[in-house]
Nanobody, 122 residues
Framework: QVQLVESGGGLVQAGGSLRLSCAAS????????MGWFRQALGKEREFVAD????????YYADSVKGRFTISRDNAKRTVYLQMNSLKPEDTAVYYCAAAPGTSRIQGEYDYWGQGTQVTVSS
């Protein structure tokens, strides 16, 4: 059983940076891959990035490669999403999620946070 709570969302101008955090409860956190998804108004939820339980494997959606960085600190039971060079199209509710292994498929994530709003102004 894992409980996830996102934080760090807010309003930022285009070109700016924001760092999202996802705090996880439960001792099983170290054994789970973690992912970030986002959903913009009127759009379907989409994959952003994920990271293996050890942190050794990461994957990014093409739309955020080179701009976003996913990382995790298992001792703190927290996963991060550093977002740089933000664009208006990055505006969305961002969700963190946990899965048995790395995946870009939403259905493979069995625990989800409540989401945090990120708004990028032009």
């Amino acid at each position: 059983q894992v409980q996830l709570v996102e934080s760090g969302g807010g309003l930022v101008q285009a070109g700016g940076s924001l760092r999202l955090s996802c705090a996880a409860s439960g001792r099983t956190f170290r054994n789970r891959a973690m992912g970030w998804f986002r959903q913009a108004l009127g759009k379907e939820r989409e994959f952003v990035a994920d990271i293996s339980w050890s942190g050794g494997i990461t994957y990014y959606a093409d739309s955020v490669k080179g701009r976003f960085t996913i990382s995790r600190d298992n001792a703190k039971r927290t996963v991060y999403l550093q977002m740089n060079s933000l664009k208006p199209e990055d505006t969305a509710v961002y969700y963190c999620a946990a899965a048995p292994g790395t995946s870009r498929i939403q259905g493979e994530y069995d625990y989800w946070g409540q989401g945090t709003q990120v708004t990028v102004s032009s």
